[in-house]
Each structure stands twice: as C-alpha cells, then as structure tokens.
C-alpha cells in the first residue's frame, strides 16, 4: 500500500491511534497533519492509548524533513500517549534518524518495531 502522505485513524475498541505515513511529506502536508492531528488528540484521554505509527513507506530524512519530524514527536509526546510504536523497515539508517530525534524530541516511550 502506498500513502501518498498520511492517515489518521482513532481505534477506540483498541484504544489505538493509528497513524500510517507515506514516503515524504510537503511542508504543507505535514502542517496538515499536525493541525488533524492535535484535533485528533484533544478529542480523546491520550494517556488510556497507544499510538502505533506505520512508517514502513518512510524514506531516509533530509534535514528539512527531520526537523519537520522532530516538531510531530513533540506533538506524541505533548499528548501523553501510554506507549509509541512506530513500524520501520529495515534501514539502520532511517531507525537511527528517528531514533535520534525521538530523543531530540523528548518522546522517550517510543519503541521502534518491524
């Protein structure tokens, strides 16, 4: 499946938000994506889900987009979530990029799975 740029889905069954990512997202995508997001958020108690992110379609970084990243890991952690699983594929390169800025960010209750 290939995302274009994003989707945000709220699991309340599964107490799961669900959030799958394309390869790359515009400035402007990714301002979208923090405004739905927040709305997302707000609308729930953060701290009773989880949020499992499928970022399998992600390409390696650039520096623009890092900093574009970092800004949503302070979105996840800003809302308390219980616990952050973000799906990767297998790019040391990409794990370590996001690994770094989730630090950066202060997101430290993410959990980088295949």
Not at 17 to 29: H, K, L, S, W
Not at 36 to 63: C, H, Y
Not at 78 to 93: D, E
Request: aromatic fraction near 6%; charged fraction near 20%.
């Amino acid at each position: 499946m290939t995302v274009s740029t994003y989707i945000i889905k709220k699991n309340l069954a599964g107490k799961k938000v669900e959030v799958t990512v394309g390869d790359q997202m515009t400035p402007a995508e990714a301002e979208r994506f923090a405004k739905e997001f927040l709305a997302t958020t707000t609308s729930i108690d953060a701290s009773q889900f989880q949020l499992v992110i499928d970022g399998t379609n992600m390409k390696v970084l650039t520096p623009e987009m890092a900093t574009k990243l970092e800004a949503a890991m302070g979105l996840y952690n800003q809302a308390g979530f219980s616990k952050v699983l973000t799906k990767l594929q297998n790019n040391p390169v990409l794990k370590m990029q996001v690994s770094r800025i989730a630090r950066k960010a202060g997101l430290l209750n993410l959990e980088i799975i295949q």
